[in-house]
């Protein structure tokens, strides 16, 4: 019922920007919540950003705070997130998904439909 496509990763150095985005069609878009997690090979996928459907709540890991912000356009279908003054560490696969309980982000677990994730290197 959803499909979500990321992409805008890349290779970057320590300070730099990325501006990732996620592209998603489906009847089950619609009013529900998106979030942005990564993935480092060996560990579990975490949760970076996430963002109501009204775009009036969001959440942010504290390693992140300040420096990414999420942020939607639902008459596209459009979830984005700029990642500023990145470090070595954001270093990871980054997918996005949508929130199969509703419109509230809600934790990790309820999420689905992963996208096939766009890699973000960093470098010091």
């Known amino acids: 019922q959803v499909q979500l496509v990321e992409s805008g990763g890349g290779l970057v150095q320590a300070g730099g920007s990325l501006r990732l985005s996620c592209a998603a069609s489906?009847?089950?878009?619609?009013?529900?919540?998106m979030g942005w997690f990564r993935q480092v090979p060996g560990k579990e996928r975490e949760p970076v950003a996430a963002i109501s459907w009204s775009g009036s709540n969001t959440y942010y890991v504290d390693s992140v705070k300040g420096r990414f912000t999420i942020s939607r356009d639902n008459a596209k279908n459009t979830v984005d997130l700029q990642m500023n003054s990145l470090k070595p560490e954001d270093t990871a696969a980054y997918y996005c998904a949508v929130s199969i309980r509703g419109p509230a982000i809600g934790t990790m677990t309820q999420y689905g439909y992963w996208g096939q994730g766009t890699q973000v290197t960093v470098s010091s």
């Open positions: 489906g009847r089950t878009f619609s009013n529900r919540a």
